[in-house]
């Protein structure tokens, strides 16, 4: 792809996404209706960047005359030393998924955080104010989502995650902004029936290994929200056995098509048209 690539675009609107794998990723299937949508010039496309090539990568893209760039796993904490500045929520959460190229000069975003509160929000019509959460994870993803749920006066949330140390770390770095502690996996069941809303962060039921569950599904009470940052798939097992148990289940396509939306905003300044995406990531997964 790189080869293909002119350093004359005539004024098109050229956009990436960086990963390592890339391939899978639904992120330009998404943007591209969404340029199409609005009229403009331009394509998104996918790069594959390994680890060792991240620097000189996102320096050719810069000269390229790259308007914006998406970075996926495994780049979002590295990719922060590549460029000029951190947006604040990059700052705090630690890890960038949007870079904004004015002119040569780089701006990192997280709208990862801000995509899946927004989407949480619109698809459960859920008021955070008060409420008790559980974070299943205390990865990558997890960072990004605490803290945005850290600044909507929930009562507390709880972190739970297979390396207790990491969940006991995480909820200590915004325990000033709000009633946070860190749990290892196995406790998670003690707390369920005082939860209003269960979160999972890890991988674990994703497409491929749709049979697992980060949690026995058993031990959530009905009736309260259970969501899972996977989409692929729609409905991961824990949500399934949820949704029979009669809870409220959200999957985690409105949160990938909320990032999306944030970014494309950041490179356009445009309102995305964030039905046509969704559309769009839906019919490449059928
Ligand atoms: P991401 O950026 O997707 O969050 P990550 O930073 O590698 O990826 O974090 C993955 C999260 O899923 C972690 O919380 C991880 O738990 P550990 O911190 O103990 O590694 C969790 N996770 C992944 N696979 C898991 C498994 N099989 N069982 C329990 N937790 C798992």
């Given at each position: 792809l790189w080869s293909n690539l002119s350093s004359e675009h005539n004024n098109s609107l050229r956009l990436a996404v960086i990963g390592d794998p890339i391939a899978h990723s639904k992120s330009p299937v998404m943007h591209n209706a969404a340029l199409a949508s609005l009229g403009l010039k331009g394509e998104y496309i996918p790069l594959?960047?390994?680890?060792?090539?991240?620097?000189?990568?996102?320096?050719?893209?810069?000269d390229l005359g790259f308007r914006g760039i998406n970075v996926t796993i495994p780049h979002?904490?590295?990719?922060?030393?590549?460029?000029?500045?951190?947006?604040?929520?990059?700052?705090?959460?630690g890890a960038v998924n949007t870079i904004v190229n004015e002119n040569g000069y780089l701006t990192g975003y997280n709208t990862d955080g801000i995509g899946y509160v927004r989407s949480l929000k619109e698809?459960?019509?859920?008021?955070?104010?008060?409420?008790?959460?559980?974070?299943?994870?205390?990865?990558g993803a997890a960072r990004g989502i605490v803290h945005t749920l850290a600044q909507e006066e929930p009562k507390r949330i709880v972190i739970a995650n297979r390396t207790e140390d990491k969940a006991i770390q995480l909820a200590k770095e915004w325990s000033s902004i709000a009633n946070i502690s860190g749990v290892s996996i196995d406790e998670a069941k003690s707390y369920m029936?005082?939860?209003d809303i269960v979160i999972n962060t890890t991988s674990i039921g994703m497409h491929p290994h749709t049979a697992h569950s980060p949690?026995?599904?058993?031990s959530i009470p009905p009736g309260i929200i259970v969501s899972d940052l996977i989409y692929n798939p729609l409905?991961?097992?824990l949500l399934k056995k949820s949704h029979e148990r009669g809870c409220i289940t959200h999957g985690g396509l409105g949160m990938f098509v909320n990032q999306?939306?944030?970014a494309l905003e950041y490179w356009t300044g445009l309102p995305a048209p964030i039905e046509i995406m969704r559309e769009a990531v839906l019919k490449s997964l059928q």
């Open positions: 594959h960047v390994s680890p060792r090539e991240l620097g000189p990568a996102i320096t050719r893209m810069k979002k904490l590295d990719v922060m030393a590549y460029v000029d500045r951190l947006d604040e929520s990059a700052e705090i959460i698809e459960t019509r859920v008021r955070l104010k008060d409420k008790s959460i559980i974070v299943l994870g205390a990865g029936s005082s939860m949690i026995d599904p058993v409905m991961t097992e999306g939306a944030y």
